[in-house]
């Protein structure tokens, strides 16, 4: 087990051998943060169609991990200049880690994020990061449509 308080954090590109741990990280924070906002019906057609496993195919090589001692704990997807996914394993949140996969993405050219008009807390995280609301627009969540905002900085 790695101590949260006292580590070493590496932050790379994402790689095909990151593969296991990303879809586990992925299929996890999805569960957590969409899990209660749809249907039981969706949540069954996410696991079934393995939506996770379809988005690391077109996106594996637009993220980038934080990776302490060879586990991928925080991933952060970013595709012409619009930051669309950001996550961290819940021991590993509160940390920095995901300020810093925040960051690295914004000096990489990441101007616009979106994020679920619903997720409160993370609206929260990237308005003390600077960000500010922008826009609003539904997102495609397995074929059902979510509010969800634009936010720039």
Known sequence: MIDPLNFDCIFRPAAESDYDNLHHLLYSCWMETYGRQVSAKIVRRFTNEDCVGEHLRLFLNSMHAADVGGR???????????????NVAKEFRRIRIG???LHNAYMAGGRRLSVGAFNVSAIRFYECCGWRKSGRFFED?????IPALLMTR
Do not use: E, Y
Not at 75 to 85: F, L
């Open 72 to 86: 991928v704990v925080g991933v952060i997807n970013q595709t012409d200049g619009c930051i669309t996914a950001l």
């Open 141 to 145: 969540v397995c074929g059902v449509k």
């Open 99 to 101: 300020f810093s996969l």
